[in-house]
């Protein structure tokens, strides 16, 4: 930059003018370097019989797969409760590096990165509420997007548009298990929601 065109810069800002609001980046690709965790989507104390499992994949508009989307969860705990115990990123007292969990707390949050195929995992317990909140991130949004998923029929869904509120309710597959799949745009597009 020329000198005069410095100059000229620093005066619109003295000025109070500057050039307007800095435009958000896209967020990624670049979680498995800092944010996923050693089991991270191990929310459930090892051996609990009471357990679930919740998986799905993360779709993109045209129905492909995202291989390097983030999501993270919160719940309540199985009485309903929002008081998870601290300790999800437990670090090595030697080393420093995240180690996770202890697998005996329940904490209520977990992260999961989606593998090349766009699928995630999280075992977990039942949430007392009925649902499990969930953040999305992924490559080319410019902001997260916030979601939930339902186990059961809620009254909240029957408050969403016509056959939308079938985007939020994870698919039983079997006893403990369920399904659901997040799509981030087009004709399956899951519904977000705004907490802004």
Request: hydrophobic share 35%; charged share 20%.
């Amino acid at each position: 930059m020329t000198s005069s065109a410095s100059a000229s810069n620093r005066d619109r800002f003295a000025e109070g003018r500057g050039t307007g609001p800095t435009p958000s980046q896209t967020v990624g690709p670049f979680y498995g370097y800092a944010l996923p965790f050693p089991g991270g989507g191990d929310l459930a104390p090892a051996g609990d019989p009471a357990a679930i499992t919740v998986h799905g994949r993360v779709h993109d508009g045209a129905g492909d797969a995202v291989p390097d989307a983030l999501l993270e969860f919160w719940q309540a705990d199985p009485a309903g409760r929002l008081v998870g115990a601290p300790g999800s990123l437990r670090r090595d007292p030697v080393t420093g590096e995240v180690i996770g969990r202890n697998g005996v707390d329940f904490t209520g949050f977990g992260r999961v990165a989606t593998d090349a195929d766009g699928r995630w995992v999280l075992r977990t317990l039942p949430p007392g509420n009925g649902y499990l909140s969930v953040c999305v991130f992924a490559r080319g949004l410019l902001h997260h997007l916030f979601t939930r998923i339902y186990l059961a029929h809620d009254p909240f869904l029957d408050t969403l548009p016509a056959g939308r509120g079938r985007t939020l309710l994870a698919e039983r597959e079997r006893e403990g298990v369920y399904r659901f799949d997040v799509h981030l745009q087009g004709e399956k597009e899951t519904v977000f929601l705004d907490f802004g």
